[in-house]
């Protein structure tokens, strides 16, 4: 295979793994709002659509497309309500989800130091095939 060929061939895969994690960023935020059946988890407001990542993907990927990472939030509590949202309110949003979601608040403040022992994480299409499964059977238990 010449250099060209390779470097065709290494783009395609590497596409071919942004498709998968979009597809898996429409999955996880699908089954984390079906799971709270369309209810703000912080302030219970129905017809909620924002579904937010209490560990940000930014942060490694290592809980990008985890089930329990995910929150559904409604707008205000996600980016708008300045004094409380996930996006703006800062230490006075983690208060509130400590106040009122003690599970996972928990299952976070582990999460956060796992997420910061081990690192970044890049994900084989192996293991994104295997999430995709996880995620696919999480929504067909609530759809
Ligand atoms: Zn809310």
Partial sequence: MTVAEERRKRRRVLIGAQGK???LDRLWGHAVMLAAGGICQLCGKPNSSDPHHL?????GHRFRWVFDNGLLLCAGCHRFNTTVAAHGGGLRFTDLVRE???GVSA???IAFLHNKQLGSKTHTLEELEEIRE???????EYE
């Fill in 100 to 102: 009122k979601l003690p």
């Fill in 55 to 59: 560990i940000h993907k930014s942060a």
């Fill in 134 to 140: 996880e995620l696919e059977s999480i929504i067909a």
């Fill in 21 to 23: 994690k979009g597809k």
């Fill in 107 to 109: 299952w976070y403040e």
